[in-house]
């Protein structure tokens, strides 16, 4: 199983970004998909999950109402929708997968995790 990040770059703040998460020979509709992030000198933090049972969704508390998480059944794809970034948003964002049904904890034994992509926020 290869797990691919994309669609990072550099983005002014107030602008939007679309990750992507995509697996190869797997199929994540299957699966919790979860996006973490970590920014230099700082642990990893969780930033949403997507449950494979009920599709329930959970946001770290820092991206509430500006990040929204979602599926794409038929591309084989779980995304990011990323609004309003703030330069405190700056990190590297990997998806990573696990075989729990829903989202209840960052902390969750997520089995699977693909590179990151660099998202910069910056004037």
């Known amino acids: 199983v290869q797990l691919q990040a994309s669609g990072g770059g550099l983005v002014q703040p107030g602008g939007s970004l679309r990750l992507s998460c995509t697996a190869s020979?797997?199929?994540?509709?299957?699966?919790?998909v979860g996006w973490f992030r970590q920014a230099p000198g700082k642990e990893r933090e969780g930033v949403s999950c997507?449950?494979?049972?009920?599709?329930?969704?959970m946001y770290g508390d820092s991206v509430k109402a500006r990040f929204a998480i979602s599926r794409d059944n038929a591309a084989n794809t779980v995304y990011l929708q990323m609004n309003s970034l703030k330069p405190e948003d700056t990190a590297v964002y990997y998806c990573?997968?696990?075989?729990?049904?829903?989202?209840?904890?960052?902390?969750?034994?997520?089995?699977?995790w693909g590179q990151g992509t660099l998202v910069t926020v910056s004037s």
């Open positions: 020979e797997f199929n994540l509709n299957y699966v919790t």
């Open positions: 990573a997968f696990g075989f729990f049904g829903t989202c209840s904890s960052w902390r969750a034994p997520y089995s699977e």
């Open positions: 997507i449950g494979s049972s009920d599709s329930s969704t």
